[in-house]
């Protein structure tokens, strides 16, 4: 199986300013890397598929880079609605798998 | 509008079964794959199972296989999930969600349609 590792596990910042997660995977799967986005008591929601694009309605400010095992989501201006948990999920092949998530607080 | 809800949770005691549903409305599961995702209490995001568009093809977690049936009924556009041999590992909310582009089965586009979760607790 292929697993994912996120870090940090959380991290705290300030409205306005820059946060990068980034995701590793243990064996190369090209850029089929998806980040989701969950808020407390909600199901996650789809932000960035194939490592880079953006699923529409999803703001600008949230940004996602890499290939192969590596792989950044980054919000380039922390905005208050961000507050979350982020997973990254590997798609390249079964099964599928989650990273442990990253916690988005301010 | 294109939506999934889940029913079906409840508590079960360990060693039985239960079975969750998903009825789906605004697309067609002649069209898309869906999977089922679990979360335990206060974790994170685990893979259970996949069913293709067509219903041929299934995919299950190592940890579900054998004890776990993903299936659909197309006529009256519902997914189940049937649960066997119920363990205290197994409780968690389980989300059904559709692969994001029609036909794929594995959700390399993300998966784009989630319901709100069936909740589902293993205790004696």
């Known amino acids: 199986d292929i697993q994912m590792t996120q870090s940090p596990s959380s991290v705290s910042a300030s409205v306005g300013d820059g946060v990068t997660v980034t995701c590793r995977a243990s064996?190369?799967?090209?850029?089929?890397l998806v980040w989701y986005q969950q808020k407390p008591g909600n199901p996650p929601k789809l932000l960035i598929f194939?490592?880079?694009t953006l699923q529409g309605g999803v703001p600008s400010r949230f940004n996602g880079s890499g290939s192969g095992t590596d792989f950044t989501l980054t919000i380039s201006s922390l905005q208050p609605e961000d507050v979350a948990t982020y997973f990254c999920?590997?798609?390249?092949?079964?099964?599928?798998?989650f990273g442990g998530g990253t916690k988005v607080e301010i | 509008q294109v939506q999934v809800v889940e029913s079906g949770g409840g508590v079960v005691q360990p060693g039985r079964s239960q079975r969750l549903s998903c009825v789906v409305s605004g697309f067609s599961l002649n069209s898309y794959a869906m999977h089922w995702v679990r979360q335990a209490p206060g974790k994170g995001l685990e893979w259970v199972a996949a069913i293709s568009f067509d219903g041929d093809i299934q995919y299950y977690a190592d940890s579900v296989r054998g004890r776990f049936t993903i299936s659909r009924d197309t006529s009256k556009n519902r997914l189940f999930l049937q649960m066997t041999s119920l363990t205290v590992e197994d409780t968690a909310v389980y989300f059904c969600?559709?692969?994001?582009?029609?036909?794929?089965?594995?959700?390399?586009?993300?998966?784009?349609?989630w319901g709100q979760g069936a909740a589902v607790t293993v205790s004696s």
């Open positions: 969600a559709r692969v994001g582009t029609t036909r794929n089965l594995l959700p390399r586009y993300g998966m784009d349609v």
């Open positions: 064996q190369s799967i090209s850029n089929w």
């Open positions: 999920q590997q798609a390249y092949t079964f099964p599928v798998t």
């Open positions: 194939a490592a880079s």
